[in-house]
């Protein structure tokens, strides 16, 4: 595996350095470079770096790779940067191919590193001190983003695929991201060398502990570093997909209303690292395009327009023409109060989503057995949708006997899901512990749905037989809805994406009762 994953990456470095995949440049810069760097604690980090023609001083990009993938990842874009006239440098986090040390997971070693490669720079090259720069996907995003809280040096960012709360990522609601850990747990034994925190927390994870398994999650997550970042000032860039099954979107959200500094967010349809992918390898691509624009506007001062921008753009969730808003609150449309109506497993007959409150009704679903209503494969799902191929689920099909189902009338208009879609259920569950998984369907004529977002919630210390109301926020998203079509709330138990903590056996009861209703609050606009 590791020598397979070499051998492309060496094939894509040929092809750059050849210049079959790099644009034509009016000054060829130098490089690569192949070079070791050593950081503060004596760790050999291996790097590459391209020299921009002409004399200095020239900004710089730190581009800090991914997970998993070494410094060849971003040689491509290393070139474009430096025939645009930066310094460009990659390096391979530790613990990962080349690199000494161990996998940290985004500790201080690795914000450590960032810092001494800055260092590197500024004493091997023409770089500017006052001019530099850091991106990354993924990994490299989000050590880009913990490295410039802690270094004043670091004057712009981009962060692709980024997290912005690692515990929130990995357990969201206390519901383990099974498949996602499960990739990120393989691909880091399989490229590089675990360090004795991430063995401990895979041991944790693996015995069910949350407790242990995340006390690395804080000082590893950039919304822990607000203040740090905020008081720097670094001009930051944020751009993932809506369907990312590692690091949501609405994290992302919350951790940009927070931030304090220039500052642009750019979602769009896609999974983990695939609206930026063809841009990795050098093709035209919307996302690397802003990047671009960004280092150029914040560490070149060219006047392109981009922070005169409305600083939220977004393409809708299954595709469609960039549009901006001036900000995350202009984006979310005001939601519509939708009351849960009561139903029944009898010839599967779903409920109502209607706009006065209906109370009094209770249904049992049998707990632990999945339906037809699922999230999809991790990487896989999300990045079909990309392509505008989205999941689907014939919600006639979904068995009440283990799920509750409720759909809007008819829509006699279009109109656009906008924003964060929030569920407020009553559901009592016959064991201590359960887990209830929520998604939002656009419903066409003929029953299909069109999953649109989706989110689980666990209980872990609840009372059998006593009732507890669930505040559950799905993820985000622009959706157009169009006339003839339904929206649908669905809830079940079990989904592949998640280790829950349903049991065959057990049942959860859903229910409104009087003087709390249950409801969907869906941004419609």
């Known amino acids: 595996m590791r020598r397979f994953v070499l051998l492309l990456l060496a094939a894509l470095t040929a ?12 000054a060829a810069p130098a490089g690569p470079e192949f070079l070791t760097i050593t950081s503060k604690d004596g760790t050999k980090l291996g790097a590459h770096l391209f020299r921009p023609a002409g004399p200095g001083p020239h900004p710089a990009v730190v581009l800090i790779s991914s997970w998993s993938v070494n410094n060849l990842e971003y040689i491509a874009q290393t ?42 720079v500024l004493a091997n090259t023409s770089a500017d001190p006052a001019k530099i720069g850091m991106a990354g996907v993924s990994y490299g995003a989000g050590i880009s983003m913990l490295t410039a809280a802690k270094d004043k040096r670091v004057r712009a960012v981009a962060a692709l695929s980024a997290w912005a709360d690692l ?9 383990w991201s099974q498949q996602a850990i499960g990739l990120l747990a393989l691909a880091g034994r399989l490229t590089g060398r675990p360090g004795a925190k ?8 693996e015995r069910n502990d949350r407790v242990e398994a995340m006390k690395l999650a804080p000082e590893r997550s950039p919304a822990h570093q607000l203040a740090g970042l905020n008081a720097n000032k670094p001009a930051v860039l944020i751009a993932n997909g809506w369907s990312d099954s590692l690091f949501p979107a609405g994290q992302l959200a919350d951790y940009y209303n927070q931030l304090q500094l220039p500052k642009r967010l750019e979602f769009q349809p896609g999974d983990h690292a695939v609206p930026e992918l063809t841009g990795i390898i050098g093709l035209p691509n919307d996302t690397w395009t802003s990047v671009h624009r960004w280092f150029d506007r914040h560490l070149r001062g060219q006047a392109n327009g981009i922070d005169k921008e409305q600083p939220v753009q977004v393409r809708p969730t299954l595709g469609g023409s960039w549009k901006g ?20 497993p009898v010839l599967n007959r779903t409920g109502e989503l209607v706009s006065s409150a209906r109370t009094g009704w209770s ?28 999941q689907f689920a014939w919600i006639p099909g979904v068995l009440r006997t283990n799920a509750g189902v409720w759909q809007t009338p008819v829509l006699t ?7 964060t879609p929030r569920l407020h259920l009553t559901v009592t569950p016959s064991s201590a512990r359960a887990t209830v998984v929520a998604y939002l369907y656009d419903v066409g004529p003929t029953g299909t749905g069109r999953l649109l977002t989706h989110q689980p919630h666990t209980l872990l210390e609840a009372t059998p037989g006593k009732p507890t109301a669930l505040n559950i926020s799905l993820d985000p998203l622009v959706h157009p809805v169009p006339a003839g079509h339904r929206v649908a709330v669905v809830v079940d138990t079990v989904d592949g994406l998640y280790r829950g903590e349903s049991k065959i056996g ?18 419609l606009g």
């Open 413 to 419: 208009s279009p109109a656009t899901v906008r924003g």
């Open 167 to 175: 515990a929130a990522a990995l357990l969201p609601n206390q519901t």
């Open 79 to 120: 070139r474009k940067l430096a025939e645009a006239g930066y310094v460009a440098l990659s390096y391979t986090t530790r613990g990962f191919w080349e690199s000494g040390g161990t996998i940290e997971v985004a500790g201080p070693e690795d914000v450590q590193d960032a810092s001494s490669v800055v260092d590197w």
């Open 506 to 523: 057990s049942s959860v009861t859903f229910s409104s009762p009087a003087d709390n209703p249950s409801r969907l609050d869906l941004p």
């Open 15 to 26: 092809l750059v350095t050849s210049g079959s995949l790099a644009p034509v440049a009016s």
């Open 363 to 390: 249904h049992k679903a049998d707990a632990g057995i999945d339906t037809i209503a699922n999230g999809g494969t991790a990487i896989l799902t999300g990045g079909a949708e990309a392509l505008g191929i989205p």
């Open 325 to 344: 808003y001036d900000s995350w609150a202009a984006l979310e449309a005001a939601p519509k109060k939708l009351y849960l109506s009561g139903l029944t």
């Open 198 to 205: 991430l063995q401990h927390t895979l041991a944790a994870y």
